[in-house]
């Protein structure tokens, strides 16, 4: 009897040249790797870009438990475990196809050596040319001729993982040893790798006794999407929130005004895609980042006052199907059920931290105790809006109400100039071409400076008649001294001998 089937193999030469489209760049390639170092056990793991015009190559080793040659070649097996099967608790794998399609994405020869304690090296690689060419999965002993020194870093190592990439065509094409710009063009991958695994593995770069990642010699450092390290950090509420069997944490922060931060931190606190772009959830699997920076189609837009917000999601690696995690572990969408939750929260941690954004931009809206607390005040005229100098600040009031008719009438004039000529379209553009570069006030000045001009409100205010005791109170609140309570508190009337008070 005819089967009622036939068998349909897929072509080895197409199906292996498929596999090189999955959308990974570089350094999400590089990451995937270390994902298996990382769940193999390794402490230290280096990599190493080697430029040689279009012989370049890059290796990726680890100290990690390594591999026996049948672990070896089920390994380099195009899906070498079920995706539906239960995996170890740290296992930061999924489909068993990673380390194929990462270095695929990259190169046409991959060749990985490895070595388990007690045992020699023993090294497989595929070549995309060879299996095209024989229509087979045929997969080679040995390293390319001549590539044998590439893998020598193994040698003294005890055990541990190096994957090799060769032929690199998506990376630097058929470029010239001699080629100085196309060799910037390789070595400035170095940097986007280095940026992109600080970030991906910074808990396990963190942790206690933490993994180290080399690049080109150089020890990668962390970044920690929460500035945990900064005490204006504010970490809100961990929500747990439930699905089946499991538990999804949350964790939400809002993090400092710019104005908080050194200039370094503030800088460094953007990571490698800018404040802007790296607001939104954080989703790690295992503690490895998944996502960074993203309002995961909950309906919410990344706008510059949302900026400060940000909000770690912990899922264990059972929730893949749920999640819908990808081979490059670059996606991961929240379950229906648990969108509701997700809103909610991230509806709270922007209010937050709009609040904090804020902090000064409240100068102009504010209306707290009295009317004498900012030197600019916003006014809507017939739908239009006007910035115009407060009159009743306590140093302009002084100005005016003391000084000699002529004077008042030329302070009145060159008040009126400036508020008609303030450049608020270059304002405007400044401000949204370059968010974080706005001037905090007195931001680089002498400290005498600022004390000059607080002693100077100080004077005006008594002048005036207040009391000392409620002068202080109303400096405090003064734009732009809420920052210097102490030095107010500090000002005394006797200081100021000789000033009419
Ligand atoms: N550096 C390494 N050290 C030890 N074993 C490794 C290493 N790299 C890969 N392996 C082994 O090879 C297998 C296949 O790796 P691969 O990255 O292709 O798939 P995976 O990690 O299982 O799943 P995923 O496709 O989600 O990455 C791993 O499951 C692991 O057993
Ligand atoms: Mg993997």
């Not at 695994?197 to 206690?208: A, P, S, T």
């Not at 379950?335 to 409240?362: C, F, M, N, S």
């Not at 508020?419 to 553009?429: D, N, R, S």
Request: aromatic letters at 8%; hydrophobic letters at 35%; one cysteine or more.
């Amino acid at each position: 009897m005819a089967e009622d089937y036939e068998i349909v193999a897929p072509e080895p030469g197409a199906l292996i040249e498929s596999l090189r489209a999955f959308g990974y760049t570089p350094q999400t390639a590089i990451a995937d790797l270390i994902d298996n170092s990382i769940t193999a056990g390794a402490r230290n793991i280096w990599v190493y870009f080697t430029w040689n015009g279009d012989g370049s190559y890059i290796t990726v080793r680890d100290d990690g438990k390594g591999m026996t040659s049948e672990e070896l070649v089920a390994a380099m097996r195009a899906g070498s475990q079920n995706p539906r099967t239960r995996r170890g608790r740290k296992d930061l794998g999924r489909f068993g196809l990673g380390l194929k399609t990462a270095s695929f994405s990259q190169c046409r020869i991959l060749t990985v050596a490895s070595k388990v304690s007690g045992s020699s090296i023993t090294t497989r690689r595929w070549d995309l040319d060879y299996v095209g060419q024989t229509s087979e999965w045929r997969l080679l002993h040995e390293t390319a001729s001549g590539s044998e020194q590439r893998i020598s870093g193994l040698k003294d190592q005890e055990k541990g993982t190096l994957v090799l990439w060769e032929c690199m065509d998506r990376i630097v094409s058929d470029d010239r040893v001699d080629d100085q710009k196309a060799e910037r063009r390789f070595l400035s991958h170095i940097s986007n790798v280095e940026q992109h695994l600080g970030m991906v593995f910074h808990r396990f770069i963190d942790d206690l006794q933490g993994i180290t990642i080399h690049i080109n010699g150089h020890q990668i450092s962390s970044w920690d999407p929460f500035l945990s390290s900064e005490s204006t950090t504010q970490p809100l509420q961990e929500e747990r929130l439930h699905l089946h069997d499991d538990v999804v944490r949350v964790r939400p922060y809002v993090l400092p005004h710019h104005s908080r931060l050194s200039a370094a931190a503030h800088d460094r606190g953007g990571g490698p895609r800018g404040w802007n772009t790296q607001q939104g959830f954080y989703i790690y699997r295992n503690r490895r980042l998944l996502l960074a920076g993203d309002w995961l189609g909950l309906g919410m837009r990344k706008e510059e006052h949302y900026k400060l917000a940000r909000i770690a999601i912990d899922l264990p690696n059972s929730m893949d199907h749920e999640w819908d995690i990808d081979v490059r572990k670059s996606r991961a969408r929240p379950p229906g059920i648990l969108q509701e939750d997700l809103r909610r929260i991230a509806r709270i941690t922007r209010e937050r931290a709009v609040d904090v954004y804020r902090h000064r931009g409240k100068v102009l809206s504010r209306k707290t105790s009295g009317n004498d607390i900012f030197i600019w005040n916003r006014e809507l005229k017939s739908g239009r809006v006007k910035f115009r100098i407060n009159r009743e600040h306590p140093l302009i009031a002084d100005l005016l109400q003391f000084s000699v008719q002529e004077d008042r009438k030329r302070v009145e004039t060159l008040l009126r100039l400036i508020e008609e000529t303030i450049p608020v379209p270059l304002i405007t553009l400044e401000n949204s071409e370059h968010p974080d570069k706005e001037f905090v006030p007195f931001e680089g000045s002498p400290p005498s400076e600022m004390l000059g001009i607080l002693k100077e409100v100080y004077i005006s205010l008594r002048r005036s008649g207040i009391p000392s005791d409620e002068a202080k109170e109303r400096l405090i609140a003064l734009e732009p001294f809420q920052e210097f309570n102490e030095l107010v508190m500090a000002l005394r009337d006797d200081e100021m001998m000789g000033e009419d008070l």
